[in-house]
């Protein structure tokens, strides 16, 4: 049911991480409200869509699950064109997968970047926390320190077993994502208005347009 | 029936009374469900299959094995009994002389279980821990759904064949989806010792050595396949890269509707076809379908590296109707990354092949004959 004041907005989102972090689950449990132990691991890039209903208005999120396998870094470029947001997730039992963050960071970082030029909203995913969270006591990581350093909104623990803050993480992505996107609304009528007021120096209506 | 006349493998390598698990979970047929086999239990063949099998035990029971007419007959699918054997020779790891079989493969498997001792130990040394662990994380899920493949000694092995293959090719290393790629093998040379289903097969039931053997042999041809498209796997995988724009090029030829339907919204080949070659279609077709695809790939000259290609632009054109249905990205995506073939088996497979064949056929020599 759609009528004339009703708004939609699409976002495209990147699940990102090492291999086996549990990406897949993450999304079939938001999407599907399911979980597996076992699906079989991502090739390339998989694709599913979530629609929610946000103030009023319809937002659909295409989330994009990209293989954890370093060896397809080189082909990240394609997959993060137009992302909007990504969550990047480690496996809270593995501290390799939690060093291999900031390098998934930086690479969605030096490859992606908002119309404004900023970085895209990331949100960090300490997933599996059903299982321990050895990562994240043993290391003494402050992990608001670390969000804070490496440019993430924000983080969670999350279980796509246990169904733990998936939902809360997304909220919390979107947020963002609305947040960048009026930003991004209000320096473009800015930006075209400013060019205006040069161009137009001198003519008939930019008298009135400054009086006002 | 006899499954070796020429009793290379006798039915002794089989433990008797050991042969099913003790609780059976239902069968789901995700690799026997084949129609035109003969297997104990299933409605006797027809004649047609009777007379191919005899065409396929001449073949097979000279001194010299013909394989240029063992290829003409394969391309169009082997029987259950003869496929084991016809496999090995079609991939060129035993030889066409009769007399010399036994040989080679004594000493291929020897030579394989030296590796095993050689190298095996170093997996979780440094420099190897990484490829070990990316390997251990994916044989569990590698056919999830299929008991056999959940038994913890089919896994080892899975890793061991993985293993063994990524340190000894360390321009690709271990590249996620070759896991994929040793199912297949795996299977048919486990039917070389048994006549029921294999999706519920309790390996510990067959004797070490036939275990072994399945091991080694499977290393082998996955190895032999590999050789043929090693630059699918090498850094960049430049070759699925290459493969994924020919075949772009080649369905803005063959259907421009469904090509230019697709660029209309956006969808790119790589955000699907990706996937295609880097599996050779086993995401996207029932294990079984894939067994008699390679039939076909390897009766075929450059069937896994070049015909390939043919057959993923039939796949797609076959869903043509359902594609042009859909009116947004996000439906073609899904669609795409999920067409609906749980029910597939040896007909759709050859239909699809014989509609690759004729591609090839009036696109293969004459690349710029349909041109737009």
Redesign the interface.
Known sequence: MQNNHHKERLYKILVIGDLGVGKTSIIKRYVHHNFSPNYRATIGVDFALKVLNWDQETVRLQLWDIAGQERFGNMTRVYYREAMGAFIVFDVTRPASFEAVTKWKEDLDSKLTLANGKNVATVLLANKCDQGRDVLTNNGIKMEQFCLENGFVGWYETSAKENINIDEAANCLVKHIIANENDMLQSEVLDTISPQLEKDKGGTCSSCFRSQ | YEIWEEGLISSSHIKRGQRSLPHRPPVIPLVARMADQNTSGTPAMTEREASRLDKFKQLLAGPNTDLEELRKLSWSGIPRQVRPITWKLLSGYLPANAERRESVLQRKRQEYFGFIQQYYDSRNDEHHQDTY??IH??I?????LIPLFQQASVQEIFERILFIWAIRHPAS?Y???I?DLVTPFFVVYVFEYIEEEVENFDVSSLQEEALRNIEADSFWCMSKLLDGIQDNYT???PGIQKKVKALEELVSRIDESVHRHMHHYEV?Y??FA??WM??LLM?ELPLRCTIRLWDTYQAEPEGFSHFHLYVCAAFLVRWRKEILEERD??GL??LL?NLPTMHWGNEEVSVLLAEAYRLKFAFADAPNHYKR
């Open positions: 662990r990316q994380i994916d569990p899920r590698t056919n999830p290393g590249v996620q989806g896991n850094f960049a995988q790119e790589l955000q990706f996937r880097n599996n995401r990205f996000q995506m899904i990354q």
